[in-house]
């Protein structure tokens, strides 16, 4: 039996962040896929690559987190640098959400005209500034050691932030903006779906600061795809492709962790999946009864793979928001993504597109097979026409191919049915889940753990979690 100081299961953004961190030690990443990155990775098909999912990479910027762990394992990552972050399409309206404060400012109120937007988009930008530029981000239970840290974290918040941080996202736009129109909420609410999966009827001021203030941090796109980043991280990491860990056992100071392939005795070990899927691999009553304890965030996506000849220059991402719900969706919007026309790697054989809405996941479990195909076409088909009727030139028979994906589709490759955890609020920060565990040796990183989703979130997780680690 091999063993090893640090194991890791899965190779999403934190997995692979984390691993990368601690490639120093003996260190091993367990991968079930060939493609390593989860809900970040390319894959091949049909002769084309595409994004899984995740397309956009936001937090490479001086004094952010995710800089200082790419500049600690030596990686100067292969981007460009996006001068749109999203072209958003409403009701034939564009607003392109922009770095630039004062021309975003200007279209914003061209399209949604507010004698308050300037003091409502000024007070969102200045809370996410202030909010990376705290020194006392951290979230931990389990010993009095990490509740301390826990409280002067908190405390950091209130001497920050003041009551402001006890205000609700819905309150505040009520109170700064008014009564608006349900488009001018449909375009808050369309964006905050993609960067903290829920709405601003559901969160704190200071999680919509951070989901609608992404667009004025430097945006980029990863040449080559978002997999070949997660390549990158990992270079210098022992990694295990297509071994799937189906069995985990409590030892008293290890873990035994099985494959299909071999045994392993960890000290420690990292799980890198869905918080609400992680007890189905351990026998141990009293594991299975922690993760039990989390209940399920049924979100997911539905997402449109396709190649697309044409020789037109386009945005590398668009938001086409609708006063309707998508069909079998939980939202009325979706999220295009173009890879760069000279992207040798993705633009190989014409644009490789990810298109993504959000849907739930027991939705399709629930289907019968005939069904769930009907449905799938359903909603492929919805998405395509309405993405031909804005693109006009582009014909159908311009795309080579189509192709989507459910929750289904990404529970078989990516071992994950839903995407993404609960937004932070005041009220359920302390139900949320932590990096560590009751148990000696046993953690947890990624996007359903604290602190959330997207880059920046999973960066500062993994930053707390390596602290942990390493007794930082």
């Given at each position: 039996m091999k063993k090893i100081d640090l194991s890791i299961i899965g190779s999403g953004i934190g997995g692979s962040l984390i691993a990368s961190l601690n490639a120093d030690k003996k260190t091993v990443l367990f991968e079930k896929d060939q493609n390593i990155g989860g809900c970040a990775s390319t894959f091949k098909r049909y002769g084309n690559y595409y994004n899984a999912g995740a397309t956009t990479l936001v937090g490479y910027e001086d004094e952010h987190i995710l800089k200082e762990h790419f500049d600690t394992i030596g990686l100067n990552p292969n981007i460009t640098k996006s001068n749109i972050a999203i072209r958003v399409i409403q009701n034939k309206n564009v607003i392109d959400r922009i770095k630039d404060f004062d021309q975003f400012l200007d279209n914003i109120n061209d399209v949604y005209p507010n004698k308050?937007?300037?003091y409502f988009w000024k007070f969102i930008k200045e809370f996410d500034e202030k909010f990376w530029n705290l020194k006392k981000i951290y979230f931990g239970k389990f010993s009095i050691n990490n509740y301390l840290k826990t409280f002067n974290f908190f405390m950091e918040l209130i001497s920050t932030y003041k009551m402001d941080i006890l205000k609700s996202a819905d309150g505040f736009i009520k109170e700064i903006l008014g009564d608006i129109s349900m488009e001018y909420r449909n375009f808050i609410d369309a964006q905050l779906l993609i960067t903290i999966q829920t709405t601003s009827k559901d969160i704190s001021l200071l999680s919509m600061a951070l989901g609608l203030s992404y667009p004025f941090h430097d945006v980029f796109y990863v040449n080559?795809?978002?997999?070949?980043?997660?390549?990158?991280?990992?270079?210098?990491?022992?990694?295990?492709?297509?071994?799937?860990?189906?069995?985990?056992?409590?030892?008293?100071?290890?873990?035994?962790?099985?494959?299909?392939?071999?045994?392993?005795?960890?000290k420690k070990l990292i799980l890198n999946s869905s918080i609400y899927q992680c007890g189905s691999l351990f026998d141990d009553y009293e594991v299975k009864k922690?993760?039990?304890?989390?209940?399920?965030?049924?979100?997911?996506?539905?997402?449109?793979?396709?190649?697309?000849?044409?020789?037109?220059?386009?945005?590398?991402?668009?938001?086409?928001?609708?006063?309707?719900?998508?069909?079998?969706?939980?939202?009325?919007?979706?999220?295009?993504?173009?890879?760069?026309?000279?992207?040798?790697?993705?633009?190989?054989?014409g644009y490789s597109i990810t298109i993504s809405t959000h849907t739930t996941a027991k939705y399709w479990k629930s289907l019968q097979k005939d069904e769930y195909v009907k449905s799938k076409n359903i909603t492929e088909s919805f998405i395509f026409e309405k993405f031909l009727e804005y693109f006009e030139d582009i014909k159908k028979e311009d795309v080579s191919q189509l192709f989507s994906a459910t929750s289904t589709t990404f529970n078989k490759f990516i071992g994950r049915y839903n995407c993404g955890g609960k937004a932070i609020g005041f009220k359920n920060f302390m139900q949320l889940p932590s990096c560590n565990t009751p148990f000696n040796g046993l953690y947890n990183v990624g996007d359903t753990v604290f602190a959330g989703?997207?880059?920046?979130?999973?960066?500062?997780?993994?930053?707390?979690?390596?602290?942990?680690?390493?007794k930082v």
């Open positions: 308050n937007n300037k080559g795809g978002m997999g070949s980043l997660i390549e990158d991280i990992v270079k210098n990491v022992e990694l295990k492709k297509n071994e799937e860990i189906t069995k985990i056992i409590r030892g008293q100071n290890e873990w035994i962790i099985s494959s299909r392939k071999h045994e392993y005795k960890t922690y993760y039990d304890r989390f209940t399920f965030s049924d979100q997911s996506a539905f997402v449109v793979y396709l190649t697309l000849k044409s020789d037109y220059d386009f945005c590398e991402h668009y938001q086409f928001i609708y006063n309707d719900l998508l069909p079998n969706c939980i939202s009325n919007s979706f999220f295009v993504s173009f890879s760069k026309k000279d992207d040798t790697k993705l633009s190989r054989n989703q997207g880059w920046p979130g999973i960066a500062l997780g993994v930053d707390v979690l390596n602290k942990e680690l390493n």
